[in-house]
């Protein structure tokens, strides 16, 4: 069974300032896909990025980026110039589409 | 990007009846379907796959016959949550994963209370 897990329930960060959500993964699979969703208040779920495990390089989609570390199993998103806008819970989920407990983000101001 | 339906976004239904939740792909053909159950404050909770033309995987703990999932066509599926409580009441979400078996689109999600 493919687990994914995210040990950060809050984050915190300051306009403009970077911030990463962790998460790690179990699969026994060789070749899958691991995305990031973002959900703000309206509630409606959106991509942020996906990343492909036989790409060694890792997804960027403008300021959100990935750190994927295959062997390890692990897959965190970094934001750079956070803005207000960027405030919502993320989850992170393999192509099974479970997701994991997510990580609420807060940009201050 | 893709985009999903999901019909209505709010219902209110009297307690023992059944309430059909809709989830349409607008523009691609989406063979699979996900449904979830979303407490408040807390994750996605998927509650089964389906694949057009087939019964749809429950996970476990779900009630397959509470919980009534069809995936009859390419672009629609359908949860219906028969004989409804109180505790049914909660906020549910569809996803159709496109064609190149990449990403799946989410639907609005149905806020449903049960009185």
């Known amino acids: 069974a493919q687990t994914v897990t995210q040990s950060q329930p809050e984050m915190s ?15 026994s699979e060789s070749d899958y ?5 973002k959900q703000p208040p309206s509630r409606q779920m959106i991509l942020v990025i996906r990343q492909e495990a ?16 295959k062997a390890a199993k692990s897959f965190s998103l970094k934001i750079s110039d956070s ?8 989850f992170c989920a393999l192509n099974d589409m479970r997701f994991g407990a997510g990580t609420r983000l807060t940009v201050k101001p | 990007g893709a985009v999903v339906s999901q019909h209505p976004s709010r219902v209110i239904c009297k307690s023992g009846t059944s309430v059909k939740i809709e989830c349409r792909s607008l ?17 996605l909770m998927l509650m089964a796959t ?44 569809c996803s159709a994963r496109d064609p190149e078996n990449t990403e799946a689109f989410f639907g609005q999600g149905t806020r449903l209370t049960v009185v």
Not at chain 2, 32 to 43: E, G, H, I, N
């Open chain 1, 83 to 90: 803005q207000l806008g960027d405030a919502a819970m993320y």
């Open chain 2, 27 to 43: 523009d691609f053909q989406a063979t699979t379907m996900f449904w979830y159950r979303q407490f408040p404050k807390q994750s």
């Open chain 1, 13 to 27: 960060v300051q306009e403009a300032e970077t911030v990463t959500l962790s998460c790690t993964y179990d699969t």
């Open chain 2, 50 to 93: 389906s694949n057009e033309g087939s019964k749809a995987t429950y996970e476990q703990g779900v009630e397959k016959d509470k919980f009534l999932i069809n995936h009859a066509s390419l672009t629609l599926s359908t949860l219906t949550v028969t004989s409804a409580h109180p505790e049914d009441s909660s906020f549910y979400i």
């Open chain 1, 33 to 37: 896909y691991l995305f990031w969703y």
């Open chain 1, 54 to 69: 036989y790409k060694q390089q890792n997804a960027t989609e403008n300021r959100f980026s990935v750190n994927f570390q």
